[in-house]
Nanobody
Framework: VQLVESGGGLVQAGGSLRLSCAAS????????LVWLRQAPGKEREFVAS????????NTADSVQGRFTISRDRANNTVYLQMNSLKPDDTAVYYC????????????WGQGTQVTVSS
């Protein structure tokens, strides 16, 4: 099973980035694919989630209106469109698969760095 993130980088405040997470190796029909992030010295925090089947989404208040999660069901790929980026959005962004039955994060990607300069 693999979750492979891409799309991170360095951007100026106010700019945009789109992260991708390609999931493979098993069926994810009972999973939510979740974006989380961890800034230096801070705890990992939830950003957004989506179910691959129904496309049901949830987004953290801190990024509501700026970040949009979407999916390509045919390719088992999830995207995080990040607009109006702020320096506080600087973090390592992780894609993870959350088992909807156990509520555990069973699989993780390697993470991708997003740095927003002021």
């Amino acid at each position: 099973v693999q979750l492979v993130e891409s799309g991170g980088g360095l951007v100026q405040a106010g700019g945009s980035l789109r992260l991708s997470c390609a999931a493979s190796g098993r069926s994810f029909s009972n999973y939510k694919l979740v974006w989380l992030r961890q800034a230096p010295g801070k705890e990992r925090e939830f950003v957004a989630s989506i179910t691959l089947n129904g496309g049901s989404t949830n987004t953290a208040d801190s990024v509501q209106g700026r970040f949009t999660i979407s999916r390509d069901r045919a390719n088992n790929t999830v995207y995080l469109q990040m607009n109006s980026l702020k320096p506080d959005d600087t973090a390592v962004y992780y894609c993870a698969a959350n088992n909807m039955w156990s509520q555990r994060y069973d699989y993780w990607g390697q993470g991708t760095q997003v740095t927003v300069s002021s």
